[in-house]
């Protein structure tokens, strides 16, 4: 962490970058919050631990539009997402100085502290142990068991964008990461469902939402100036449901929106606050337009062509859908 | 004072729900929330904070105001129907009981929210004291006891025993209602002994309360004399950016209030007049007909802890708006909340 605070003061002091954007300590050892830091001497508040899960790449839109370039810390998942801000116009690459952190994994802060580990004070990881240091002592918790789930089907620690690596090494292979599990397992879970089994799944995971629009809001696909959900026109607005799985529309539409866009960087899922498993939703998305377009990786750059957005001879037919009994 | 088994709390859940609705702590999905309970239905007393408070049972996130249509060229109006139909919510916190006070303020003050104000006169709250409070708890800087929380009922979980203590006439109404069911589970306890394992719970939860990291802001400058001084105060600017504009926070708080009022369009079906939870966070936040007249997050960002900490109070004789149960706290998608507002400018940090 030393190391990201000290090349940080290097690049503010040359004027390389003029402000950085990383995470800043809590309160409590488990929530650092996502931060600008304008001066040096604010740095000392930086923290970088598995509590920062925070993809700070959607901030960049924001950071864009004001003066002078903007140093941010990207964890490898993260930088998929930047990649495809770049893509659509909506992040300035040549005002965003990139330092690639190395990452071994995000955890969620209520698992640990549902393991029954209190007065966290800081976290590290060391093999596949969580070690968290505590008003009490040292504790220590499996890692898969409070790993984000992304983390637990982690998709590989190559930055696909950088100015440059602290903590990671350059080439490090692509693919899975070393603790990855397969992320479409449960999709294939799903798909094996009678329509009617699948539709009790999503009623009783889409009946708790609260329609607080944090997934929405901290997706990195979901950047448009103004959403349909926000218009005061639109009949299904987005402060309420006029019934009880009335949610299915808001998250099918955007499920839909970010189809071959979405780089499975896990947010939507990370904030919700009832727990609903968003990633499923669009994971169906990714793991169909592998099978019907061929493998794709959402912001691996910035210069292909998406398959929803071109055309090949070889795409399959839009019948496909009633031969795989969608149609019924 | 009674005291019976836990073991056979469904059995009392289930005289309770004989003669009216029971709103318990249900556990659903893997998250638990206030929902309305059947019998043999399992629920969840262990969990400390529901995701969103018991705040539904009273002002729920959507409601139909009146229904209209138009037909052969005549326009009928449908009014819903006020609750006109006795319901107990059981077990809830002190700071979620508190937070009924909040809203009672504004709803049955004139003039009068008559939804809110019928939902109140049939509705019993049983409220349960709690018995290992957790970090992100800050009620005692509210003035609130979570070893003592109120309401109708108060009631203590300790060892395998609740302790069940009626508190108001409504509260004897229900004790009265239940007492076949409270006497026939009852473990016989000499009065005195039950007051005293309570008052060693309530002891052993002030203890724990004290030591909280969160217990002891300082909330000395919020007052209505500062206001412009808060209002201008240029920490705002560094506290609201990383603020994704979500309504999480404003969704899972015990005291927000804040409605809106939409119509649906259901064509030939007619029109369905609603109301919603509203957001200060969300862009179309007070947007009225000559337009908004706060057209920024910051100003959003900056209505939600004014409103809390210093509008409410200096309308209702101090009293702030911010109940500290922390659910804000653990639930913020950018780890911001009121604790770290009321550091920052209380000028703790």
New interface residues.
């Given amino acids: 962490m030393q190391e990201l605070i000290t090349r940080a003061k290097e690049l503010l002091a040359d004027g390389t970058v003029s402000r950085v954007l990383g995470w800043k300590k809590g309160d409590m050892g488990w929530d650092p919050e996502p931060a600008y830091f304008d001066k040096e001497e604010d740095l000392k508040d930086f923290v970088y631990n598995p509590f920062c899960g925070a993809n700070l790449s959607k901030y960049l839109i924001a950071a864009g539009k004001l003066e002078g370039t903007t140093l941010v810390f990207l964890k490898p998942c993260d930088t998929y997402s930047l990649n495809e801000l770049v893509k659509e116009h909506r992040v300035k690459r040549e005002k965003t100085y990139i330092i690639g952190v190395g990452c071994h994994g995000t955890v969620k802060a209520e698992k640990v502290l549902n393991a029954g580990i209190k007065g966290i004070e800081d976290a590290a990881i060391e093999g596949d142990t969580l070690k968290v240091k505590t008003l009490y002592g040292e504790k220590e918790m499996p890692l898969m068991d409070a790993l984000l789930e992304r983390c637990q089907v982690c998709k590989g620690k190559t930055h696909v964008v950088f100015d440059e690596l602290i903590g990671a090494e350059e080439g490090e292979e692509a693919g899975p990461g070393e603790l990855a599990g397969n992320r479409f397992a449960k999709v294939e879970e799903l798909e094996a469902l009678s329509p009617k089994e699948r539709f009790a799944f999503w009623q009783r995971e889409l009946s708790k939402c609260i329609r607080c629009n944090a997934c929405r809001n901290v997706c990195p696909a979901c950047s448009c100036l103004k959403c349909v959900f926000d218009g005061n026109q639109f009949d299904s607005s987005q402060k309420a449901n006029a019934d009880t799985f009335e949610e299915q529309m808001f998250h099918i539409i955007r499920a839909y929106h970010v189809a071959g866009r979405c780089t499975d960087c896990g947010e939507c899922s990370r904030v919700c606050p009832e727990g609903i498993p968003l990633q499923l939703l669009n994971r169906k998305f990714i793991k169909d337009i592998n099978t019907f377009y061929g493998e794709y990786q959402a912001g691996a750059d910035t210069e292909s062509r998406a398959p929803l957005t071109d055309f090949t001879f070889e795409d399959v037919e839009p019948g496909i859908v009633n031969e795989r009994g969608g149609g019924r | 004072m009674y005291r019976i088994e836990t073991a056979g709390l469904a059995e009392l859940f289930a005289a309770i729900s004989e003669t009216q609705d029971l709103f318990l702590p249900l556990r659903?999905?893997?998250?638990t929330?206030y929902g309305l309970w059947s019998e043999g239905e399992p629920f969840d007393l262990d969990t400390l904070k529901t995701?969103?408070s018991a705040k539904d049972c009273f002002f729920p996130?959507?409601e139909v105001l009146y229904r209209c249509k138009s037909e052969d060229g005549k326009l009928s109006i449908d009014p819903q129907k006020l609750c006109d139909r006795a319901f107990v919510v059981f077990g809830m916190r002190a700071c979620d009981v508190k937070a009924v006070e909040v809203l009672d303020n504004v709803f049955l003050s004139e003039p009068v929210d008559t939804f809110y104000a019928a939902r109140r006169e049939h509705g019993t709250i049983v409220s349960l004291a709690c018995h290992e409070p957790?970090?992100?708890c800050f009620c005692a800087n509210f003035g609130i006891d979570a070893a003592a929380p109120g309401a109708d009922v108060e009631t203590w979980i300790i060892e395998d025993s609740l302790y069940w203590k009626p508190l108001t006439e409504k509260g004897e109404a229900l004790t009265e209602s239940l007492k076949a069911v409270l006497e026939s589970t009852e473990k016989e306890t000499p009065a005195e002994e039950a007051e005293k394992t309570v008052a060693e719970e309530q002891e052993a939860i002030r203890k724990i309360i004290e030591k909280l990291?969160?217990s002891h802001l300082d909330l000395s400058r919020f007052k209505p004399e500062h206001t412009m001084e808060l209002f201008d105060s240029p920490l705002w600017e560094?506290l609201y950016?990383?603020c994704?504009?979500?309504?999480?926070c404003?969704?899972?708080c015990p005291t927000c209030q804040c409605y809106?009022i939409?119509d649906?369009?259901g064509g030939k079906n007619g029109v369905?007049r609603?109301r919603?939870?509203?957001?200060c966070m969300?862009?179309?936040f007070t947007?009225m007909a000559h337009g908004n007249m706060r057209t920024s997050q910051i100003q959003r960002f900056r209505q939600r802890f004014m409103h809390k900490l210093v509008y409410y109070p200096a309308n209702y004789d101090g009293l702030y708006s911010c109940v500290g149960c922390g659910r804000c706290?653990?639930?913020c998608?950018?780890?911001?909340n009121i604790?770290?507002v009321i550091?920052k400018l209380g000028g703790e940090v």
């Fill in positions: 659903k999905a893997d998250q929330n995701v969103k996130q959507s957790e970090e992100t990291p969160l560094e950016k990383p994704l504009a979500c309504g999480t404003t969704f899972v809106d939409r649906f369009d369905q609603y919603c939870w509203d957001s969300y862009s179309d947007m706290v653990s639930k998608p950018a780890s911001l604790v770290k550091k």
